[in-house]
T-cell receptor
Framework: DGGITQSPKYLFRKEGQNVTLSCEQN?????MYWYRQDPGQGLRLIYY???????QKGDIAEGYSVSREKKESFPLTVTSAQKNPTAFYLC????????????FGDGTRLSIL | GQQVMQIPQYQHVQEGEDFTTYCNSS?????IQWYKQRPGGHPVFLIQ?????EVKKQKRLTFQFGEAKKNSSLHITATQTTDVGTYFC??????????FGSGTQLTVLP
């Protein structure tokens, strides 16, 4: 079955540590996205990529970094510069064309120890 | 930048009652998409509206896109417990990004 796989499902970070969240898709989609979800605030876009080796900042990119070395993979690193990283992180993908729906992974819940 | 406001934030209904959530955008949208997120789950695409004044139905769900393409609504007739979840609208603008509303969390009381 085609889909998006995020890992791990739960992640704990100590203060000052960087952590990397994995996102892999086998839908052959060119576009991939990272969102952060906090209670009552909906989904906020962190980074997105429409093609390999290229990505753009979203609305809340500070304290995060990404890479897009392969079409299938779009890992997100939460750096120590992100002062409030506790959240639910969702990865999504879509075709690159107007008005395309996005397909989401199951998410990673990140907590600070 | 583009902002999409969604109301209400929470809605509790008795099973069998109707439910409506509304979205308003600060700018004209190219399209509006609706997603449902079950508790503990991830958003799942429901439908997309593209044309001004468009109305689409999926069984008990009715979706509308405003004439000015700046607002939209989702109406559920005779809610069931399976309708529980958070409903998000997402507006499409330039750069092929979506701007999500804050969602309406629906609770259906049996």
């Amino acid at each position: 079955d085609g889909g998006i796989t995020q890992s791990p499902k739960y992640l704990f970070r100590k203060e000052g540590q960087n952590v990397t969240l994995s996102c892999e898709q086998n839908l052959n989609h060119d576009a991939m996205y990272w969102y952060r979800q906090d209670p009552g605030q909906g989904l906020r876009l962190i980074y997105y990529s429409q093609i390999v080796n290229d990505f753009q900042k979203g609305d809340i990119a500070e304290g995060y970094s990404v890479s897009r070395e392969k079409k299938e993979s779009f890992p997100l690193t939460v750096t120590s510069a992100q002062k409030n990283p506790t959240a639910f992180y969702l990865c999504a993908s879509s075709r690159v064309a107007d008005n395309q729906p996005q397909h989401f992974g199951d998410g990673t819940r990140l907590s600070i120890l | 930048g583009q902002q999409v406001m969604q109301i209400p934030q929470y809605q509790h209904v008795q099973e069998g009652e109707d439910f409506t959530t509304y979205c308003n955008s600060s700018t004209t949208l190219s399209n509006i998409q609706w997603y449902k997120q079950r508790p503990g789950g991830h958003p799942v695409f429901l439908i997309q509206l593209v044309k001004s004044g468009e109305v689409k139905k999926q069984k008990r769900l009715t979706f509308q896109f405003g004439e000015a393409k700046k607002n939209s609504s989702l109406h559920i007739t005779a809610t069931q417990t399976t309708d529980v979840g958070t409903y998000f609208c997402a507006g499409g603008g330039s750069a092929r990004q979506l701007t999500f509303g804050s969602g309406t969390q629906l609770t259906v009381l049996p």
